[in-house]
Protein backbone atom coordinates (compact mmCIF):
# COMPACT_ATOMS: atom_id res chain seq x y z
CA UNK A 1 0.00 0.00 0.00
CA UNK A 2 1.27 2.86 -0.93
CA UNK A 3 0.93 6.04 1.92
CA UNK A 4 0.43 9.48 0.62
CA UNK A 5 3.14 11.86 1.48
CA UNK A 6 1.73 15.09 3.25
CA UNK A 7 3.06 18.69 2.66
CA UNK A 8 2.30 22.17 3.82
CA UNK A 9 2.61 23.55 0.20
CA UNK A 10 -0.56 24.67 -1.82
CA UNK A 11 -1.03 23.37 -5.38
CA UNK A 12 -0.28 24.87 -7.82
CA UNK A 13 -2.54 27.02 -9.48
CA UNK A 14 -3.32 26.45 -12.88
CA UNK A 15 -2.73 30.67 -14.30
CA UNK A 16 -0.17 31.20 -12.28
CA UNK A 17 1.86 27.49 -13.79
CA UNK A 18 1.05 29.28 -17.23
CA UNK A 19 2.42 32.81 -16.23
CA UNK A 20 5.64 31.00 -15.19
CA UNK A 21 5.71 28.68 -18.15
CA UNK A 22 5.88 32.13 -20.02
CA UNK A 23 8.12 33.88 -17.87
CA UNK A 24 10.21 31.20 -17.91
CA UNK A 25 10.22 31.30 -21.85
CA UNK A 26 10.86 34.89 -22.27
CA UNK A 27 12.72 35.91 -18.89
CA UNK A 28 15.79 36.37 -20.60
CA UNK A 29 14.27 39.17 -22.42
CA UNK A 30 11.39 39.94 -20.14
CA UNK A 31 13.83 40.33 -16.90
CA UNK A 32 16.38 42.84 -17.92
CA UNK A 33 13.67 44.93 -19.73
CA UNK A 34 11.77 45.28 -17.13
CA UNK A 35 14.50 46.37 -14.98
CA UNK A 36 15.82 48.47 -17.29
CA UNK A 37 12.45 50.40 -17.84
CA UNK A 38 11.86 50.72 -14.30
CA UNK A 39 15.06 52.73 -13.82
CA UNK A 40 14.11 55.00 -16.81
CA UNK A 41 10.80 55.59 -15.57
CA UNK A 42 11.55 56.39 -12.27
CA UNK A 43 13.33 59.30 -9.99
CA UNK A 44 15.64 58.30 -7.39
CA UNK A 45 15.06 59.95 -4.17
CA UNK A 46 17.62 60.73 -1.36
CA UNK A 47 16.48 60.10 2.17
CA UNK A 48 18.02 62.87 3.35
CA UNK A 49 17.75 65.70 0.43
CA UNK A 50 18.61 66.48 -2.50
CA UNK A 51 22.41 67.91 -0.95
CA UNK A 52 23.15 65.11 0.67
CA UNK A 53 24.06 61.95 -1.06
CA UNK A 54 23.27 58.80 0.79
CA UNK A 55 26.46 56.67 0.40
CA UNK A 56 24.78 54.47 3.50
CA UNK A 57 22.02 53.41 1.39
CA UNK A 58 24.23 52.64 -1.32
CA UNK A 59 26.81 50.57 0.61
CA UNK A 60 23.60 48.36 1.78
CA UNK A 61 22.12 47.60 -1.80
CA UNK A 62 25.82 46.22 -2.85
CA UNK A 63 25.82 44.62 0.06
CA UNK A 64 22.50 43.23 -0.02
CA UNK A 65 23.13 42.65 -4.01
CA UNK A 66 26.58 40.88 -2.95
CA UNK A 67 24.67 38.32 -0.54
CA UNK A 68 22.59 36.90 -3.28
CA UNK A 69 25.60 37.23 -5.77
CA UNK A 70 28.06 35.04 -2.85
CA UNK A 71 24.92 32.34 -2.06
CA UNK A 72 24.59 31.89 -6.06
CA UNK A 73 28.27 31.41 -6.43
CA UNK A 74 28.39 28.65 -3.85
CA UNK A 75 25.39 27.03 -5.15
CA UNK A 76 26.69 26.53 -8.41
CA UNK A 77 30.13 26.08 -7.41
CA UNK A 78 29.20 22.97 -4.96
CA UNK A 79 25.81 21.25 -6.97
CA UNK A 80 24.88 23.01 -10.42
CA UNK A 81 21.54 22.66 -11.14
CA UNK A 82 20.26 22.84 -14.68
CA UNK A 83 18.27 26.02 -14.85
CA UNK A 84 17.76 27.33 -18.45
CA UNK A 85 15.51 24.38 -19.25
CA UNK A 86 15.29 22.31 -22.91
CA UNK A 87 14.01 24.51 -25.75
CA UNK A 88 13.09 26.97 -23.10
CA UNK A 89 11.04 25.20 -22.03
CA UNK A 90 11.10 23.86 -18.01
CA UNK A 91 13.25 20.73 -18.40
CA UNK A 92 15.15 18.45 -15.76
CA UNK A 93 17.56 15.43 -16.23
CA UNK A 94 17.30 14.31 -12.55
CA UNK A 95 15.90 15.88 -9.18
CA UNK A 96 19.47 17.61 -7.52
CA UNK A 97 18.65 17.56 -3.65
CA UNK A 98 22.33 17.67 -2.26
CA UNK A 99 24.67 20.78 -1.71
CA UNK A 100 22.49 23.68 -1.28
CA UNK A 101 19.17 22.17 -2.01
CA UNK A 102 19.28 20.14 0.59
CA UNK A 103 18.36 23.30 2.18
CA UNK A 104 16.45 25.42 0.24
CA UNK A 105 14.95 24.39 -3.15
CA UNK A 106 15.43 27.37 -4.68
CA UNK A 107 18.95 29.14 -3.64
CA UNK A 108 19.63 29.97 -6.91
CA UNK A 109 16.54 32.14 -7.41
CA UNK A 110 16.68 33.75 -3.53
CA UNK A 111 20.14 34.75 -4.80
CA UNK A 112 18.48 36.49 -7.90
CA UNK A 113 15.81 38.20 -5.66
CA UNK A 114 18.35 39.57 -3.38
CA UNK A 115 20.59 40.89 -6.38
CA UNK A 116 17.72 42.38 -7.58
CA UNK A 117 16.60 44.22 -4.18
CA UNK A 118 20.07 45.28 -3.86
CA UNK A 119 19.74 47.09 -7.27
CA UNK A 120 16.59 48.83 -6.45
CA UNK A 121 18.03 49.75 -3.02
CA UNK A 122 20.80 51.29 -4.79
CA UNK A 123 18.27 53.39 -6.83
CA UNK A 124 16.04 54.06 -3.81
CA UNK A 125 12.71 54.87 -6.36
CA UNK A 126 9.42 54.33 -4.30
CA UNK A 127 7.55 53.63 -7.82
CA UNK A 128 10.13 51.04 -8.22
CA UNK A 129 10.31 49.60 -5.10
CA UNK A 130 6.09 48.94 -6.05
CA UNK A 131 6.12 48.36 -9.34
CA UNK A 132 9.29 46.39 -9.48
CA UNK A 133 8.95 44.30 -6.68
CA UNK A 134 6.09 43.13 -7.05
CA UNK A 135 6.68 42.32 -10.50
CA UNK A 136 9.61 40.23 -9.60
CA UNK A 137 8.56 37.81 -6.57
CA UNK A 138 5.09 37.29 -8.26
CA UNK A 139 7.29 36.19 -11.50
CA UNK A 140 9.55 33.93 -9.65
CA UNK A 141 7.03 32.44 -7.36
CA UNK A 142 5.35 31.69 -10.54
CA UNK A 143 8.35 30.11 -12.54
CA UNK A 144 8.90 27.85 -9.06
CA UNK A 145 4.78 27.09 -9.68
CA UNK A 146 5.65 26.11 -13.14
CA UNK A 147 8.63 23.93 -12.12
CA UNK A 148 7.64 22.25 -9.35
CA UNK A 149 4.49 21.09 -11.56
CA UNK A 150 7.25 19.49 -13.64
CA UNK A 151 9.09 18.01 -11.15
CA UNK A 152 5.97 16.61 -9.50
CA UNK A 153 4.48 15.14 -12.60
CA UNK A 154 8.10 13.67 -13.42
CA UNK A 155 9.39 12.74 -9.89
CA UNK A 156 5.92 11.94 -8.39
CA UNK A 157 6.36 10.80 -4.72
CA UNK A 158 10.36 11.22 -4.78
CA UNK A 159 9.56 14.96 -5.17
CA UNK A 160 6.98 15.33 -2.81
CA UNK A 161 9.09 13.53 -0.38
CA UNK A 162 11.88 16.06 -1.15
CA UNK A 163 9.18 19.50 -0.96
CA UNK A 164 7.48 17.70 2.62
CA UNK A 165 11.60 17.79 3.54
CA UNK A 166 13.21 21.02 2.06
CA UNK A 167 11.84 24.53 2.65
CA UNK A 168 10.38 26.20 -0.88
CA UNK A 169 12.42 29.44 0.24
CA UNK A 170 13.85 29.55 3.36
CA UNK A 171 17.81 28.71 3.67
CA UNK A 172 17.30 26.20 6.26
CA UNK A 173 21.04 25.99 8.16
CA UNK A 174 20.75 22.98 10.87
CA UNK A 175 22.78 20.21 9.07
CA UNK A 176 24.51 22.24 6.54
CA UNK A 177 28.15 20.93 7.07
CA UNK A 178 27.13 17.44 6.97
CA UNK A 179 25.26 18.04 3.40
CA UNK A 180 28.79 19.79 2.13
CA UNK A 181 30.80 16.95 3.23
CA UNK A 182 32.89 15.15 0.73
CA UNK A 183 31.97 18.08 -1.82
CA UNK A 184 34.57 20.36 -3.73
CA UNK A 185 34.19 23.44 -5.19
CA UNK A 186 34.45 23.81 -8.95
CA UNK A 187 35.84 27.36 -9.79
CA UNK A 188 35.62 26.77 -13.13
CA UNK A 189 31.99 26.41 -13.21
CA UNK A 190 31.33 29.33 -11.83
CA UNK A 191 33.49 31.25 -14.62
CA UNK A 192 31.78 29.70 -16.87
CA UNK A 193 28.26 29.62 -15.89
CA UNK A 194 28.45 33.40 -14.02
CA UNK A 195 30.52 35.52 -15.98
CA UNK A 196 27.54 37.25 -17.73
CA UNK A 197 25.11 38.18 -15.17
CA UNK A 198 27.29 38.76 -12.59
CA UNK A 199 29.36 41.43 -14.78
CA UNK A 200 25.93 42.52 -15.64
CA UNK A 201 24.54 43.38 -12.81
CA UNK A 202 27.44 44.39 -11.16
CA UNK A 203 28.66 47.12 -14.22
CA UNK A 204 24.40 48.16 -13.93
CA UNK A 205 25.20 48.39 -10.53
CA UNK A 206 28.12 51.43 -10.76
CA UNK A 207 25.76 53.05 -13.50
CA UNK A 208 23.10 53.43 -11.39
CA UNK A 209 25.13 54.98 -8.83
CA UNK A 210 26.37 57.04 -11.01
CA UNK A 211 22.89 58.53 -12.41
CA UNK A 212 21.49 58.50 -9.17
CA UNK A 213 24.33 60.81 -8.32
CA UNK A 214 24.56 63.31 -11.55
CA UNK A 215 20.64 63.26 -11.10
CA UNK A 216 20.79 66.28 -8.15
CA UNK A 217 24.86 67.05 -9.10
CA UNK A 218 27.25 68.09 -11.51
CA UNK A 219 30.35 66.00 -12.31
CA UNK A 220 32.43 68.42 -11.22
CA UNK A 221 30.87 68.47 -7.77
CA UNK A 222 32.18 64.69 -6.85
CA UNK A 223 34.79 64.21 -9.76
CA UNK A 224 36.91 61.59 -7.79
CA UNK A 225 33.76 59.66 -7.04
CA UNK A 226 32.23 59.67 -10.78
CA UNK A 227 35.14 59.17 -12.24
CA UNK A 228 35.71 56.26 -9.85
CA UNK A 229 31.88 54.90 -10.77
CA UNK A 230 32.74 54.79 -14.85
CA UNK A 231 36.48 53.30 -13.72
CA UNK A 232 34.38 50.46 -12.43
CA UNK A 233 32.16 50.31 -15.54
CA UNK A 234 35.36 49.87 -17.58
CA UNK A 235 36.74 47.27 -15.10
CA UNK A 236 33.51 45.10 -14.98
CA UNK A 237 33.64 45.28 -19.10
CA UNK A 238 37.62 44.40 -19.33
CA UNK A 239 37.02 41.09 -16.66
CA UNK A 240 33.82 40.30 -19.05
CA UNK A 241 35.91 39.90 -22.27
CA UNK A 242 38.49 38.38 -20.79
CA UNK A 243 35.80 35.59 -19.20
CA UNK A 244 34.39 35.11 -22.59
CA UNK A 245 37.65 35.01 -24.18
CA UNK A 246 38.51 32.24 -21.89
CA UNK A 247 35.01 30.41 -22.49
CA UNK A 248 35.07 31.23 -26.21
CA UNK A 249 38.70 29.75 -26.89
CA UNK A 250 37.99 26.92 -24.47
CA UNK A 251 41.23 27.95 -22.30
CA UNK A 252 39.12 27.22 -19.44
CA UNK A 253 36.61 24.44 -19.04
CA UNK A 254 34.76 23.20 -15.87
CA UNK A 255 35.49 18.91 -14.90
CA UNK A 256 31.99 18.19 -15.90
CA UNK A 257 31.57 20.13 -18.85
Not at 185 to 192: E, T
Not at 240 to 257: G, I
Amino acid sequence: MTVPVTTTDRPERPLLVRYGNFLFRYRDAVFPATLVALFLLTRPEWPRGRDDYDTALDLTGVGVALLGQALRVAVIGYAYIIRGGRNKQVYAEELVTRGFFNHSRNPLYVGNLLILFGLLLLWNAPAAYLVGGTFFVVGYVAIVAAEEAFLRGKFGAQYDAYAARVPRWRVRLRGFRASMEGMVFNWRRVVLKEYGSAAYWIAGAFALMLADSLRYQDWDTHPRRHAMLVLGVAAVATLWTWARWLKKTKRLRSPDS
